[in-house]
Each structure stands twice: as C-alpha cells, then as structure tokens.
C-alpha cells in the first residue's frame, strides 16, 4: 500500500488570497488526482495531475482558480486562488499505483474555510 | 463522461441485520467498480472493488455484485455491526483512459445496536 501525507491539515484563509496544498506519496506512483468534497456531500473530482505536464481539468474547473504542479513521480500541489467562501470545502490527493483497477490511496485531506 | 447514481442516500438497519447499497453507471467502457468506506472526519478507504470480468466478489461480511449488462453493481453487508456505520461511496472508472474515479453520491449507514 501507498501512504499519502497532505498538508496542511486544515486551514482558515481570507477571501482574495490563495492557498497551496501539497501532496506526498512515498512511492513512485503513476497517476495523481485532486477531489474536493464539500461538506457532506461526494467526492468531485478536480482535475488529473499529470507528470512534468499541465494537469488534465474536469468540467467546471479551470487552471486559473486551481493552478495545479506535479514535478516527479510522488509529489503534487493544488492552489486553490482568490479564495471565496464558496471554497470552503475538504481537497482531498489521490494516487495509484500500476494502472487504473488497483487501489486508489487518499491523504487525510485539506480542510479549508475561506472568511 | 461517466456519471455514477447510488442508492438510497441514507440507510438504517438494527444490528445484524443485511444492507445493500445499488449502484448504476453510463459508461458502458467502464471496467472497474471500488466501494469506499468513509468514517466522520477520515479518508476514504478501500473495503471492496471487482473488476468488470467478475460477476461477484465477496471478503467476509462483504460482497459486491456487478451487472455489466444493466450496468449496475451493488454492496451487499450482512451480518452488520455498530462500526459498520460511516458513509459508503461507489465509483467507476475505465482504467485504460486514465484511471480517474468518478463516485457516486454517497450512503450513510447507520446501525443500531
């Protein structure tokens, strides 16, 4: 099994500012994915983090608000930009190893509240 | 792109009673189908997954059940225990596309002692 560990563990941010959430696996893994979780509600995912490329953006989510790095193999970043309070929600990182019908990982997930 | 319905959105069942949680997805090219248990403030985690060449899968208390042709797949927890009760989230994908989970909205178990 892969460990994940995500920080921050939650944090409170103004609206306007950013927040950058980082991601480490402690194996080489071959895909990394970000999902936000609102409260009470299903995992939706955000976007595919590709290696050493742009990440790949599900529908209703663009670079500009979720600006996302993925520089080696076992390490990811989301920024989460111009907080609003709508952006208050659970991010949570994601990562297999192998292909894409064995376990998917979780971190513990970033709990932000935008004020 | 896929999109996943589960049902029902809450569930209550006495101790050692059976639950079943049902599924269904739109995209016929899907090939893997995880359950995920997810208690108050924690990560999902893994319980169950079968593959889209296996019609049924059970480990212990637990037991999936997949109809590619219907396209639909269902948890089955018998026997069910106080600590099953948490949040159980379906999820699909086409591992040959990516392998990106799309899940469906959740169940809320809860069992009564």
């Known amino acids: 099994s892969a460990v994940i560990s995500q920080k921050p563990s939650r944090d409170i941010c103004q609206r306007g500012t950013s927040l950058t959430i980082q991601c480490q696996v402690d194996?080489?893994?071959?895909?990394m994915f970000w999902y936000r979780q609102q409260p009470g509600q299903s995992l939706t995912l955000i976007a595919t983090?590709?290696?050493?490329?742009?990440?790949?953006?599900e529908s209703g989510f663009v670079i500009d608000k979720f600006p996302i790095s993925r520089p080696n193999l076992t390490f990811s970043t989301l920024t989460v930009s111009n907080l609003s309070p709508e952006d208050s929600s659970i991010y949570l990182c994601?990562?297999?190893?192998?292909?894409?019908?064995?376990?998917?990982?979780f971190g513990q997930g970033t709990r932000l509240t935008v004020v | 792109g896929e999109n996943v319905e589960q049902h029902p959105s809450t569930l209550s069942v006495q101790e050692g009673d059976s639950a079943v949680i049902k599924c269904t997805y739109s995209?016929?090219?899907?090939?893997?189908f995880p359950w995920y248990k997810q208690e108050l403030g924690k990560r999902p985690q893994l319980i169950i997954d079968?593959?889209?060449?296996?019609g049924e899968k059970k480990d212990q208390r637990i037991a999936v059940t997949l109809n590619k042709t219907a396209k639909h797949f269902s948890l089955h927890i018998t026997e069910t225990q106080p600590e099953d009760s948490a949040v159980y989230f379906c999820?699909?994908?086409?591992?040959?596309?990516?392998?990106?989970?799309?899940f469906g909205q959740g169940t809320e178990l809860s069992v009564k002692p």
């Open positions: 983090a590709n290696q050493g490329s742009e990440a790949t953006y």
């Open positions: 999820a699909a994908n086409d591992y040959n596309q990516g392998g990106k989970l799309i």
């Open positions: 194996s080489q893994v071959t895909m």
């Open positions: 079968i593959r889209s060449n296996v």
């Open positions: 994601s990562a297999y190893r192998g292909s894409g019908n064995t376990e998917a990982f």
């Open positions: 995209d016929s090219a899907s090939n893997y």
